[in-house]
């Protein structure tokens, strides 16, 4: 087991209601006027919105509306965020949402204390001092962004999709209620699903050192998150299994699955990046996509783990039984597996390709997703 410190700041506040919570948390920060993020309107349509600014109203806290966040979010919308945060002298980010609004509220308040352009911070030009506190209520599971200080943020002039972190801009304080889950989409519950299992899955198949206990943690979340997705596509009610889903989402990137390993790297994610920045495909359905066709190009680099994966998550005896029945299954729950389910064709590679490419030396792996590998895999996924 490698040597490590393992410290996350953030409070989780889980359950029914405790969204009404949040003015309290908020309070006992010392916050006075925060601004409040959000993607759709659909908060307000169900009465979210309105539990959320009463409870902020009880403890005497004013509030900035920003709505509009979208589904991979970009750089403008951030800068436009920033520019009212500054101007309204808020104290703190209060997002409400998914994975979209969570990340660009913390750019938001990484970029709200920089003295510079808030895309210097994804690119290296410049560094995280300071941001606002952020706070956040949870809609959608997927990210893990309520417990981690990363975000993900496209530029949509250069078509990068690059990421931030920093010791500041983990969150204060998540409210984390499965009920307000229970609308999400079909379609997004899948992705999630997929988005999960990739965070899992990374430093468990790339990870030059991975302790045994790191690997059942993995696969308890992976076992969970299929086990939860389709009690849940049976019955999207059931409160028990959008917790379980909940939580195992939480766990799967805030840190924990990572301690004592080394040597791990993010590929699927850079190379789905891409297909982000590029076609504004949804993350996790460029990630079922991804995952499979990754899989099958490097299973060889790590053939025991592949084993064990198979073993301990399909119950079967060979890595490629293993990645052909996640294959399976994500066909099953209906996320896409090819990319021209996504409506990504042979003549779209080479721009992928070079794209992947500059997303490898920014993950610092260039030297293994040369380009005949990247072409490799993205023609496997065709």
């Not at 993020?37 to 979210?48: A, E, H, M, V």
């Not at 920045?277 to 190009?297: D, E, Q, R, T």
Request: proline share 3%; hydrophobic share 45%; glycine share 8%.
């Amino acid at each position: 087991m490698n040597n490590f410190t393992f410290n996350n700041p953030t409070i989780i506040d889980f359950g029914t209601d405790k969204e009404q919570q949040i003015g309290q948390h908020l309070a006992a920060h010392g916050i006075k006027k925060v601004l409040l993020t959000y993607g759709s309107d659909r908060i307000k349509r169900d009465g979210l919105f309105a539990t959320i600014t009463q409870s902020l109203a009880v403890h005497g806290i004013a509030f900035v509306e920003f709505g509009g966040i979208v589904s991979n979010p970009v750089i403008s919308t951030v800068r436009e965020a920033i520019a009212l945060a500054r101007t309204h002298q808020v104290e703190a980010v209060l997002a409400v949402g998914g994975g979209s609004v969570l990340d660009s509220s913390k750019a938001i308040a990484a970029g709200a204390l920089y003295n510079g352009d808030v895309w210097d911070l994804f690119i290296g030009k410049g560094a995280i001092a300071a941001a606002l506190p952020i706070f956040d209520v949870l809609t959608l599971a997927a990210t893990g962004s309520e417990m981690n200080n990363g975000a993900v943020v496209t530029n949509e002039e250069t078509k990068e999709k690059f990421a931030i972190n920093s010791m500041h801009t983990f969150p204060k304080v998540s409210i984390v209620n499965p009920a307000l889950m229970q609308t999400v989409s079909r379609d997004y519950l899948v992705y999630s699903a997929a988005d999960i299992i990739a965070h899992a899955i990374e430093g468990y198949f790339t990870a030059s050192t991975q302790p045994r206990f790191q690997s059942r943690l993995v696969e308890a979340i992976i076992n969970t998150v299929i086990e939860t997705t389709e009690t849940l596509l049976a019955d999207p009610t059931n409160y028990a299994a959008r917790a379980e889903f909940a939580w195992a989402s939480t766990q799967a990137l805030n840190g924990l699955i990572y301690s004592g390993t080394a040597g791990f790297s993010y590929p699927n994610h850079m190379i789905e990046h891409s297909l982000s920045a590029l076609f504004n495909v949804p993350h996790g359905a460029g990630l079922s996509v991804i995952m499979p066709a990754w899989m099958k190009w490097y299973q060889s680099r790590n053939p025991a783990q592949f084993t064990r994966f198979a073993k301990e998550i399909f119950g079967l005896e060979t890595g490629a039984q293993g990645i052909a029945a996640l294959e399976k299954w994500f066909d099953k729950i209906g996320t896409p597996t090819r990319l021209s389910q996504l409506g990504i064709t042979e003549a779209d590679l080479p721009a992928t390709i070079e794209n992947v490419l500059n997303n490898a030396k920014w993950f610092g792996i260039a030297e293994i997703y040369t380009r005949d590998v990247v072409t490799t895999i993205l023609k496997n996924a065709l």
